[in-house]
Structures are given as structure tokens and as C-alpha cells.
């Protein structure tokens, strides 16, 4: 059997597991990223949960065949380098290269929605499809392309970020620097942003009462609230639904894949969330006459697809 290390390098924790050949997450460990802190501190922790894991699943180095790392921003993935990534205060980390200080091990970087829909694609929702497109819904929207079976990432590394296309122009700022990104919309953060603006806006919301009970204001408030039929959340949700299928009708007409997977937290709302939007975007994408259409699913793997694809990454290449 071979194994292999799978790194999620998150702004708030950093995750490593050790996946076995057949894409079971045998051993995991973690520990918090503790930002802001020097890239040589983070890289030694990701080095040491990785030891840990590997520890945890009765195997040693040795055992390994090369280490993947899925990180936000841009991944030079021919050199190993992570170029930039605003939320880990990143610029020009040769993160291979610290990483084998610590290991001694091929060492592999990529964007991490780029890993996610990598992992999608060898062991989740979109096995066996030969062109497929991730996108994340969380912090921010991640996008993730896969074609001919190999990750896409453009000539300077950076393709791929699908949350980054202005769908309203002039629209709230985006942390990218334009404005009205998709991902100022269809985030789990946008969708927050979102749901306070329509509580401000209408004090007589169920929204106000319920978001009490948490303590605080999360994506899963107005869903909640609009089973409750409250009429603010209802219009929170309607708009949130109505810019995610216009993002993902844009990417379906720019790729055309066999599937579309969609991940994050938000998507455990299901069908609420799923039927309105794939209606709305089986009326508007360009092949909506043909009956050759992409199919759009909930991404299997969870939080775990970051791991499992940051852990082949020596594959896609
Ligand atoms: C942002 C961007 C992407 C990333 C996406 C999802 C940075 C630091 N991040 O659009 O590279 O893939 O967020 O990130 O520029 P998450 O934090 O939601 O997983
Ligand atoms: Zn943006």
C-alpha cells in the first residue's frame, strides 16, 4: 500500500492527513495557523501535524511517497513557491523548499480550491468526469478546474479564480480589489453580509430573535428563518440563490464541464438551495436547448477533498 500527505493550509488552522493509495484518510492532526506569524513557523508546524498524523496511523517517513500543500492565493507550483495569499501575509514563500528542512520528501504546492476540486475528481463527485470545475463556498468563493483530467491553473498560476469575476459592476468592494466579485455574494461570508444588510433594513424579522439563540449571525440564519417564513430572510435567500446560479451559469458557458460540484458549508442546505438554483440556471446557460448539459452536485468528500487532493497532487502534474 502507498501513502501519501495531504496539507489544507488554512487562514484559521492547518490540517494535514495521510491518505492511503485507495483515497481513505487513514490519520489526521491539526493545529491552528496562528496568523500572523513568519512562513518559517508555519511551514515547521505543517511539518510537524504532518509527523504527527503519520505517527497516528502506525507508519513512519519512510512509508510516504511526496507531500501535498493546498493553499489560498497563488501557488507557483512549478517552483514551489507561494506567490501571494493576502490572508496568510504570504509574498514569494519558497514553501518547498522549507518544507524539505523539515522532511525530506518530494513536496508539492497548489491553490487550494485547486486541490479540492483535484480531490472531487480522483476519489468524490467528480470521479470519472474528463472536464470538471470546483467551487468552494466559504470564506471566499474558491474555483478549481479540471481539464483532460489534470488541474488548470493558467500560466501564471492564478487562473482559476472564478470568485474573482465581477458579476455586478460597481458592486460591494471585494478584499481582491474590485468590486462586486461573486464571491462578495456567494461566500459564506457574503451571504452573512447579505442577511445583516436585510436585518437592518427590516427590525421586525424573525432574523433579529433567532440569531439570539446562536449568539450570533451565521449563513445558516436566514435559511433557518426562512422555514420559519419570515419574508426578509426569504428575499436574503432569493438573492443569494439568484447571484450563485448567475456565477455558475457564467462558468458552465465558459467551460462547458461534465460536472460542476459546489462545496462548503452553505450546500448543506440541500434541496432549498439546490432546486431554485439549478432552475435558474437551466433557464439561462447557453446549452440550455441541448440535452448535453453539466450536471451540477454537492461535493462528496466535505471538508476533507483539500486533503485528500493536496495529497496527489504529485499525480496531476
Ligand atoms: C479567495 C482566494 C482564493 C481562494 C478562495 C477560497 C486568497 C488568499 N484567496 O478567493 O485563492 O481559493 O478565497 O478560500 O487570495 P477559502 O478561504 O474560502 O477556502
Ligand atoms: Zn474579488
Not at 491552528?32 to 508555519?42: G, Q, S, V, Y
Request: glycine share 12%; charged share 20%.
Amino acid at each position: 500500500m502507498k501513502y501519501y500527505i495531504g496539507i489544507d493550509l488554512g487562514g484559521t488552522n492547518i490540517k494535514a492527513g495521510v491518505v492511503d493509495e485507495n483515497y481513505n484518510i487513514i490519520a489526521k492532526a491539526t493545529c491552528k495557523t496562528n496568523l500572523p506569524r513568519p512562513a518559517e513557523d508555519i511551514c515547521a508546524d505543517m511539518a510537524k501535524v504532518s509527523l504527527e498524523a503519520v505517527e497516528k496511523a502506525g507508519l513512519t517517513v519512510d512509508n510516504i511517497e511526496c507531500i501535498g500543500i493546498g493553499t489560498p492565493g497563488i501557488a507557483n507550483s512549478a517552483e514551489g513557491i507561494i506567490e501571494y495569499s493576502n490572508n496568510l501575509g504570504f509574498d514569494n514563500v519558497p514553501v518547498v523548499e522549507l518544507m524539505r528542512k523539515h522532511i525530506d520528501k518530494p513536496v508539492y504546492v497548489e491553490n487550494d480550491a485547486n486541490a479540492a476540486a483535484y480531490g472531487e475528481f480522483v476519489a468524490g463527485a467528480a470521479k470519472g468526469a474528463n472536464n470538471a470545475v470546483a467551487i468552494t463556498l466559504g470564506t471566499g468563493v474558491g474555483g478549481g478546474i479540471i481539464i483532460n483530467g489534470k488541474i488548470y491553473s493558467g500560466s501564471n498560476f492564478a487562473g482559476a479564480e472564478i470568485g474573482h469575476m465581477v458579476i455586478e459592476v460597481d458592486g460591494p468592494q471585494c478584499t481582491c480589489g474590485r468590486k462586486g466579485c461573486f464571491e462578495v455574494f456567494s461566500s459564506a461570508t457574503g451571504l452573512i453580509r447579505m442577511t445583516k444588510e436585510a436585518m437592518e433594513a427590516d427590525k421586525s424579522s424573525a432574523m433579529w430573535e433567532m440569531s439570539k439563540e446562536d449568539d450570533h449571525i451565521s449563513a445558516r440564519l436566514p435559511f433557518n428563518a426562512m422555514r420559519a417564513g419570515d419574508k426578509a430572510a426569504t428575499e436574503v435567500v432569493n438573492k443569494y440563490i439568484k447571484y450563485l446560479a448567475a456565477g455558475i451559469t457564467n462558468t458552465i458557458n465558459i467551460f462547458q464541464p461534465d460536472i460542476l460540484c459546489i462545496g462548503g458549508g452553505v450546500c448543506n442546505e440541500g434541496d432549498p438551495l439546490l432546486v431554485p438554483m439549478k432552475e435558474l440556471v437551466a433557464k439561462e446557460v447557453y446549452t440550455r436547448a441541448s440535452k448535453k448539459n453539466t450536471k451540477i452536485v454537492i461535493a462528496s468528500l466535505g471538508n476533507d477533498a483539500g486533503i485528500i487532493g493536496a495529497a496527489f497532487l504529485g499525480l496531476s502534474k
